[in-house]
């Protein structure tokens, strides 16, 4: 038990709106075994990837819950803007700079399994990590028609 935390996109496809995902979809279904015909059309699907997963990364989630989800944590899954996770990064970089400002602008929360609330090598390896997927996400061509959710389980 602990808190687990997971960062995922997902992007909805239709033939309907993009020539382009027609053979994406198609492709989808191949993998699934999935065949369509006349009477019933699969022209839509949504895929998810998980692109980020944290434990126990509580000042992470505390941003999340206080920025993100309006102070309510209920493991509820949240949608994301691109400038929330810009955000999320820049706040990273700016403790990992300054670690002074930790407990300001990034501050630890205790909970139920919810790991230390010390700003010691575990939290600045959260940073770390957080710092360098987001980076990547942010900066994936692949990823720029995405939607971006949290959510956390506890």
């Known amino acids: 038990m602990g808190l687990d935390m997971y960062l995922s996109g997902k992007k909805y496809m239709s033939k309907y709106f993009d020539g382009a995902d027609s053979e994406r979809i198609a492709k989808v279904n191949e993998v699934f075994g999935i065949d369509g015909d006349e ?5 839509a699907t949504e895929v998810e990837f ?22 309510v944590d209920e493991c509820q899954e949240t949608y994301l803007s691109r400038e ?9 970089k700016q403790v990992l700079a ?4 930790a ?5 630890t929360q205790e909970g139920f399994f ?21 980076e990547k996400i942010l900066n994936d061509p ?5 939607d971006f959710y949290y959510q956390s389980s506890w």
């Open 39 to 43: 009477d019933s059309d699969y022209g």
């Open 50 to 71: 998980r692109l980020a997963y944290w434990r126990k990364a509580n000042a992470i989630h505390k941003w999340f819950v206080d920025k993100c989800q309006d102070g």
């Open 84 to 92: 929330n996770l810009q955000e999320l990064l820049d706040t990273c």
């Open 98 to 101: 300054d670690k002074q400002k």
């Open 103 to 107: 407990s300001e602008l990034l501050p």
């Open 114 to 134: 919810f790991g230390g609330t010390d700003y010691d090598e575990y939290y600045k390896q959260d940073l770390d990590y957080t710092v360098k997927r987001i």
């Open 142 to 146: 692949a990823l720029t028609k995405f």
